[in-house]
Nanobody
Framework: QVQLVESGGGLVQPGGSLRLSCAASGSIGRLDVMAWYRQAPGKQRELVASITSGGNTAYADSVKGRFTISGDIVKKTVYLQMNRLNPEDTAVYYC??????????WGQGTQVTVSA
């Protein structure tokens, strides 16, 4: 059974930081891309950041300069360092992975709440 397990969410004050982790396990094969998405209440799920097996990264405009994605695609782990968090970053954050055989996997999500 393939699993993507996220951790690291929680409650943080505006201006604070959190680090999310995602690890894949099971018969998932080789991965091409891992990414973080988020979904705020009443909004569509959106791409936050992605990283390829070649190390290329991409970010949503709203998080550029504040969030950093890193990881080891071969080891099937990815992280999201989130700095200078603001209330608009409040959402459930999901890990997503694409395999080289075009399967897509989702984690179950971890809640991030930014509030004073």
């Amino acid at each position: 059974q393939v699993q993507l397990v996220e951790s690291g969410g929680g409650l943080v004050q505006p201006g604070g930081s959190l680090r999310l982790s995602c690890a894949a396990s099971g018969s998932i094969g080789r991965l091409d891309v891992m990414a973080w998405y988020r979904q705020a209440p009443g909004k569509q799920r959106e791409l936050v950041a992605s990283i390829t097996s070649g190390g290329n990264t991409a970010y949503a405009d709203s998080v550029k300069g504040r969030f950093t994605i890193s990881g080891d695609i071969v080891k099937k782990t990815v992280y999201l360092q989130m700095n200078r968090l603001n209330p608009e970053d409040t959402a459930v954050y999901y890990c997503r992975a694409w395999s080289t055989s075009n399967y897509v996997y989702w984690g179950q999500g971890t809640q991030v709440t930014v509030s004073a």
